[in-house]
């Protein structure tokens, strides 16, 4: 086994490891488990994600690669900034809340 990547969060972990079998590689979620037993040592332990057949590795890389490009771009969809008053305003919304400017496109 191979480690591919050290997760911020078992939710994360947890997204990627779906995503990666979905494509048809298998990993395992290591470090998580030890969170319930480990007791204040938890906050230390980040769940990491093993590419279970070596092979898979390069592809596996590339993938992660997407799924963190994707996932910044999703954050940066969220929001925009009001050219006038400098706001941030929610995606959702195409005049900004404090000075009523529309939205450039
Ligand atoms: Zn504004």
């Known amino acids: 086994m191979l480690k591919l990547y050290e997760a911020a969060d078992r939710i994360e972990a947890q997204m990627l490891k779906d995503f990666l079998l979905e494509q048809g ?15 204040e040592l938890a906050a230390n332990i980040f769940p990491a994600l093993w590419v279970v057949n070596e092979e898979d590795l390069p592809h596996a890389k590339i993938l ?10 999703t954050v940066g969809e969220t929001a925009w900034v009001c050219p006038k008053c400098g706001e941030k305003v929610d995606a959702e919304f195409d005049l900004c809340w404090n000075c009523a400017t529309p939205r450039r496109r």
Not at 25 to 39: F, H, K, Q, W
């Open 25 to 39: 590689i298998e990993t395992v979620l290591l470090g998580d488990y030890l969170s319930g037993a480990a007791g």
């Open 64 to 73: 992660l690669q997407n799924f963190t490009n994707n996932r910044i771009q």
